[in-house]
């Protein structure tokens, strides 16, 4: 098992950061890391999503929604090829601080047979691609 968490704080509302985090239609615009959502947003729903990694290609998969809690929290979880190879939990949680200020943690659990091999890739590179995008969602939500 490896977990990556990265957290940043926002001068939002936890309802103002779930809106931009789930209007899925403008991630193109504004998402460097998580360049398209396509589905629906409720729990047992397959989303199909496209990441784009640091100087790497961009990759596609197609988790299922684990929870979906407005203003609080979003999961997902997904596989490689097949369960049990390379699985991750991404998870987008939602701290409300104060009326105008809340923080996000943005993490994920992998889990799998590939997990070892990849331990370094996902300390650098995808951590880079959470932290891009907790970048730019502040940057969106802030300036909205």
Do not use: Y
Not at 16 to 23: E, G, H, I, K, P
Not at 116 to 140: C, I, Q, Y
């Amino acid at each position: 098992m490896k977990e990556l968490r990265t957290e940043i704080e926002i001068a939002a509302s936890a309802n103002r950061v779930w809106a931009t985090l789930t209007d899925f239609s403008s991630f193109p615009v504004w998402n460097p890391f998580i360049r398209r959502v396509d589905g629906e947003l409720r729990v047992g729903a397959r989303l199909v999503i496209r990441l784009q990694l640091p100087n790497a290609r961009s990759m596609t998969f197609r988790p299922r929604v684990l929870r979906v809690e407005p203003g609080r929290q979003l999961r997902w979880r997904g596989h490689f090829i097949v369960r049990g190879l390379f699985d991750g939990e991404h998870a987008f949680e939602i701290e409300a601080l104060s009326a105008d200020r809340s923080r996000l943690v943005h993490r994920e659990i992998f889990t799998g047979l590939l997990v070892p091999l990849m331990a370094r890739s996902l300390d650098h590179t995808t951590r880079r691609g959470f932290e891009a995008m907790n970048v730019a969602l502040k940057v969106r939500t802030e300036g909205a």
